[in-house]
């Protein structure tokens, strides 16, 4: 019975919990970079809607 609680108590799980964080933050990071760059590309391609839609075939590009 001893020994099932040595091994309970070992580095294993320690090192499960850190994995498990560092791939939380990860994701974190992930989403966020995500999140951010999808923003800015759906700026630029409403920026871009509107000046082919709104513009004269010479006109110089705003965006």
Same mark, same amino acid.
């Given at each position: 019975?001893?020994?099932s609680f040595a091994r309970l108590?070992?580095?294993d799980g320690a090192t499960a919990?850190?994995?498990g964080i560092m791939v @939380? /933050?990860?994701a974190v990071v992930i989403i966020s970079a995500v999140? @951010? /760059?999808g923003s800015q590309l759906n700026d630029d391609y409403e920026c871009v809607e509107q000046y082919v839609r709104e513009t004269?075939?010479?006109a110089p590009t705003p965006c």
């Open positions: 019975m001893s020994n108590r070992g580095q919990v850190e994995y @939380a /933050l990860i999140y @951010a /760059l004269p075939q010479n």
